[in-house]
T-cell receptor, first 108, second 116 residues
Framework: GQNIDQPTEMTATEGAIVQINCTYQTSGFNGLFWYQQHAGEAPTFLSYNVLDGLEEKGRFSSFLSRSKGYSYLLLKELQMKDSASYLCAVNRDDKIIFGKGTRLHILP | ETGVTQSPTHLIKTRGQQVTLRCSSQSGHNTVSWYQQALGQGPQFIFQYYREEENGRGNFPPRFSGLQFPNYSSELNVNALELDDSALYLC???????????????FGPGTRLTVL
């Protein structure tokens, strides 16, 4: 994934909080996306961070540190429907490049 | 609903054949990107078109080519198909620059290509 790294799999419990990390190479960086993808479906947009800091959207929050080449997606009050792959993608020189994704398993 | 459609939904081809996949959008956009997604992997960037010109390409050979048309539709063509070309092919569009949603990239549902 062109130096975009995220864990392959994670497991969490319904109702809990989980943080999915992403690190990336900073050259040509313009912004960072997070997408959710359920099995057999297309990715759906969750967030886009351009500036440092935390952006909150309901149960989902995304954080960016440009100097560290680091982002995380925070999911609160986990629900079974949150079982999916979460894709970190970097806008690099106006091209959007994806990591390999993190498969999140939610246990009841 | 993203307003992005792709056809066909599924396709089976044999090695050596050629395939054309299509993508269209209901509303204006100026950038369309194509991705290949193998099972269990993230989408791999194939190329991108801006106002009908290719303006970026990933690590894919020249037998992968594309077109973008003035009516918001786009094509991905793959020649001399190989077994490893079996994957989900996704197109994604970005809206016009002067809208607040420019930075959102909307995906179509994808075309599942199987090469036998």
């Amino acid at each position: 994934g062109q130096n975009i790294d995220q864990p392959t799999e994670m497991t969490a419990t319904e109702g809990a909080i989980v943080q999915i990390n992403c690190t990336y190479q900073t050259s040509g960086f313009n912004g960072l996306f997070w997408y959710q993808q359920h099995a057999g479906e297309a990715p759906t947009f969750l967030s886009y961070n351009v500036l440092d800091g935390l952006e909150e959207k309901g149960r989902f929050s995304s954080f960016l540190s440009r100097s560290k080449g680091y982002s995380y997606l925070l999911l609160k009050e986990l629900q079974m429907k949150d079982s999916a792959s979460y894709l970190c993608a970097v806008n690099r020189d106006d091209k959007i490049i994806f990591g390999k994704g993190t498969r999140l398993h939610i246990l009841p | 609903e993203t307003g992005v459609t792709q056809s066909p939904t599924h396709l089976i081809k044999t090695r050596g054949q050629q395939v054309t996949l299509r993508c269209s959008s209901q509303s204006g956009h100026n950038t369309v990107s194509w991705y290949q997604q193998a099972l269990g992997q993230g989408p791999q960037f194939i190329f991108q078109y801006y106002r009908e010109e290719e303006n970026g390409r990933g690590n894919f050979p020249p037998r992968f080519s594309g077109l973008q048309f003035p009516n918001y539709s786009s094509e991905l063509n793959v020649n001399a198909l190989e077994l490893d070309d079996s994957a989900l092919y996704l197109c994604a569009i970005r809206r016009e620059v002067n809208t607040s949603s420019y930075n959102e990239q909307f995906f179509g549902p994808g075309t599942r290509l199987t090469v036998l």
